[in-house]
Structure formats: structure tokens, C-alpha cells
């Protein structure tokens, strides 16, 4: 398969909540975004979560109806099982009312859609004024992609060519994007705090999922987060 091929995920589908699986950061990342989404807004509220791959994001949020966009039908099915509605869609063309959601989670997806903008423009199009965007992707710098791909796709049960970095995202880019919506957005990065990275890459029993596996960082130079809300 070629880089960044969606049919990649489709091998892996039994092991996304598999905590000591390849997916493990992808765990830690959904705990770390969950943080920012925090409590539903009103009762019923609606989070769209974009590229939801299996669902993890429904292990760390409450009290949302929780609706998952995935182009991959093995995902979604995980998803489904975990409490997520499941929708057939692309992240470019999210098959949305205008103004639905009260917060639009897009994890670890920017950096694998061939159009980051469109899937930015769409993600701030369904969502409501004074709704909640959260995203966090790889950055489009010569240490990401050393850490991402060249080291992380050697690590056990990574598959090769997962990502393609000619569609890694510049942090300054995306923030402006989404002002260009409507969307004012703070940025952060991200790294691995070393405890349950080291448990990880050892295969230790203790290995984690925690929410705090993850320490905020200055550096946007590798893995970050945006978050705002849309203008009413």
C-alpha cells in the first residue's frame, strides 16, 4: 500500500482498545483532548468526532451524544460498540447539517486527509456558534517527522508508511485556518512524560493509558493541540 493508506487501519482493527497495543498513544492523546473538551455544555449536547477511528474518545468523555465520522466501515464498527453513533463520511465532506454540534473533536486526522484546510473548514462549518473545536496533529517539521516516522513507525506493532509527512500540518497554518472560519484557537504542544512511555517500550504490565501521559509542552515542533470556540 502506499503511505498514509486508510486500508492500513482495516489489519489493526482488533486492537485499538487494546491499551498495551500499537494504539497506545492514540489512547493518551484521546485522554489529553477529552481534558480539553471537559463537561457537555447542555444536556443532550453533540460532539462530532472526526476520524474517529474506534471510538477512543468515547473511553475518556460523558454525557455527549457521541457521533463518529470514519471512512473505514472496521473502525466504526469498534466505534458502535463502545456507545459512538457511527457515520460513513470523509473529513472534507462531513455528511452534516451547517451549525449542528456543540463541539467538534478532530484527533490525530489532520495529518492523514489530502486537504487539511478543507477538513478544518468543514469541522468549523458544523459546528454551532460558541461551540468548542479541538484537534491535535503532527507538525510539519524535520523533527516530527524524524520522531513519527523514521522512529516511530520502528516501534513493535507500528505498521510502515502509516503516515505520509507531505501532509504533516505548520501549527501557524492551522491556527490561521481556523481564524479564517471564525474559530479563534490556542496552541500547545505535547510529549510523552517518561514513566508510561518507558512502560510502553518495554511492555511492561503497568503500561498506561492515563489521561496524564501525556505533559503539555511550549514546543509545537512535533506533536500539538489547538482548541477555540466559533464566534457567535
Not at 484521546?30 to 476520524?51: H, T
Not at 523533527?143 to 504533516?168: K, N, S, T, W, Y
Request: aromatic share 6%; net charge positive; hydrophobic share 45%.
Amino acid at each position: 500500500m502506499e503511505a498514509n493508506d486508510p486500508r492500513l487501519y482495516d489489519d489493526l482493527a482488533d486492537a485499538w482498545w487494546d491499551p498495551r497495543g500499537p494504539f497506545a498513544m492514540l489512547h493518551w492523546l484521546a485522554g489529553a483532548r477529552a481534558k480539553l473538551i471537559g463537561a457537555p455544555p447542555r444536556p443532550g449536547a453533540l460532539l462530532v468526532d472526526v476520524g474517529c477511528g474506534g471510538g477512543l474518545l468515547a473511553g475518556h468523555v460523558r454525557g455527549f451524544r457521541h457521533l463518529g465520522v470514519d471512512l473505514r466501515p472496521p473502525a466504526l464498527r469498534t466505534a458502535a460498540a463502545h456507545g459512538v453513533v457511527p457515520v460513513a463520511g470523509d473529513a472534507t465532506r462531513l455528511p452534516l447539517a451547517s451549525g449542528v454540534a456543540d463541539v467538534v473533536a478532530a484527533g490525530e486526522i489532520l495529518e492523514h486527509v489530502p486537504d487539511w484546510r478543507a477538513a478544518v473548514a468543514e469541522a468549523c462549518r458544523v459546528l454551532a456558534p460558541g461551540g468548542l473545536f479541538v484537534a491535535d496533529t503532527l507538525a510539519d517539521t524535520w523533527l516530527c517527522r524524524l520522531a513519527a516516522v523514521h522512529i516511530g513507525e520502528r516501534l513493535p506493532g507500528v505498521p510502515r508508511g502509516i503516515h505520509d509527512p507531505a501532509l504533516f500540518v505548520p501549527p501557524r497554518e492551522l491556527a490561521a485556518e481556523c481564524a479564517r472560519h471564525g474559530v479563534g484557537v490556542e496552541t500547545r504542544g505535547l510529549r510523552p512524560r517518561i514513566g508510561p512511555l518507558v512502560r510502553w517500550l518495554t511492555r511492561s504490565r503497568r503500561r498506561t493509558v492515563s489521561v496524564d501521559a501525556l505533559a503539555p509542552t511550549r514546543s509545537t515542533s512535533t506533536l500539538y493541540q489547538v482548541w477555540g470556540r466559533k464566534s457567535a
